[in-house]
Nanobody, 121 residues
Framework: QVQLVESGGGLVHAGGSLTLSCAAF????????TAWYRRGPGKQRELVAA???????IYADSVKGRFTISRDNAKNTVTLQMNSLKPEDTAVYYC???????????????WGQGTQVTVSS
């Protein structure tokens, strides 16, 4: 199977930066789109950013110009660089990848376990 392992969350002051990483392990034939989602306290889960295999990206309006998503296909890793963080960015961040596990298997959605990001004012 496939596991997504997230890292890089933590506590930071407003205006600071954090880098989140999502690494995929297991039986992977190809990773299509990988996305970062977040769920803030008392809020619904929302899409933060996504990146396709060929590097096309989309961002939520709330993070445009502050967050950058990138991927290293050789390492099956996607990174979310978060700058100019605001208290409203506080949330549990999850990555999701759409993965083919074989020539005729998939694609399937896999989720990471989540990593907490807390931005203090």
């Amino acid at each position: 199977q496939v596991q997504l392992v997230e890292s890089g969350g933590g506590l930071v002051h407003a205006g600071g930066s954090l880098t989140l990483s999502c690494a995929a392990f297991g039986r992977i034939s190809n990773i299509n789109t990988t996305a970062w989602y977040r769920r803030g306290p008392g809020k619904q889960r929302e899409l933060v950013a996504a990146i396709t295999t060929d590097g096309a990206t989309i961002y939520a309006d709330s993070v445009k110009g502050r967050f950058t998503i990138s991927r290293d296909n050789a390492k099956n890793t996607v990174t979310l660089q978060m700058n100019s963080l605001k208290p409203e960015d506080t949330a549990v961040y999850y990555c999701k990848s759409v993965v083919k596990t074989g020539r005729t298997s998939g694609p399937y959605d896999y989720w990471g376990q989540g990593t907490q990001v807390t931005v203090s004012s």
